[in-house]
């Protein structure tokens, strides 16, 4: 038996991802979806036009960078400014939000990719059994 | 043009989740998985049985969870003990890497949730435009 509390419904609480029906879950979902934190970590980088980034997110389709720029964009994560030029740019930068995201997302993946020996190592051990 | 140097292909250097080819991006989305992030983050309060880690990511069916902890135990991020009890138990813990994955997850998760304020106001103006 699981003695911990049952999530609670009040909701005056804090948001809480463990809850199905948190309003966090679906933004975590954007944040920690396949290209969100590509494009998330790629833009601590700096600015980017649209087409350098889906250089930089490399094996992105066009239309799933638009579609999870246009998630980052309406969760607070990005900002999208259009410059008045002909013909005009329009560039995509982190909000001070998305920048803390961004930290947290970029330690992560630094511990993944600093530790790939780690994991083949176990994957190995894994298939062996 | 984009002035950044391509992706190597090099297969001594460093794994790189920007490469499309890369080993690092299939763990990568493992642990950043809609399942994976909740049930990592879980794990990080000590070890639990399935049924129990169950209700603790609620809304996850048994067959995600199932399949979320295999690649999990595989990737080298938790460890699986079958207890030779009567009958038999069978737990979850994370391994070091996992405590380390985890920890950046649960950073990332407690600054989503004190900044759904951020997030909603967001929300809120990109649907008004």
């Known amino acids: 038996m699981d003695t ?3 999530a609670s419904t009040d909701p005056t609480l ?3 991802v463990f809850a199905r029906d948190c309003t966090s ?3 975590l979902q954007d944040i920690t979806g396949r290209w969100g934190v590509l494009a998330l970590v790629a833009l601590r980088e700096g600015p980017y036009r649209f087409a350098a980034l889906r250089r930089r997110v490399d094996g992105v389709s066009e239309r799933m960078l638009s579609q999870t720029l246009q998630s980052l964009e309406r969760d607070g994560m990005v ?3 259009v410059q ?3 013909p005009p740019k329009v560039e ?3 909000t001070e ?3 803390r995201v961004a930290e947290h997302l970029e330690a992560l993946i630094v511990t993944l990719e600093t530790s790939m020996d780690t994991v083949r190592a176990a994957q ?3 298939h062996r059994e």
């Open 97 to 99: 939000l998305g920048a």
């Open 124 to 126: 190995a051990a894994y």
């Open 25 to 27: 879950r679906p933004v």
């Open 14 to 16: 804090e948001a809480d």
């Open 84 to 86: 008045q030029t002909i």
């Open 92 to 94: 995509y930068t982190l």
């Open 79 to 81: 900002h999208r400014e």
């Open 4 to 6: 911990r509390p049952a």
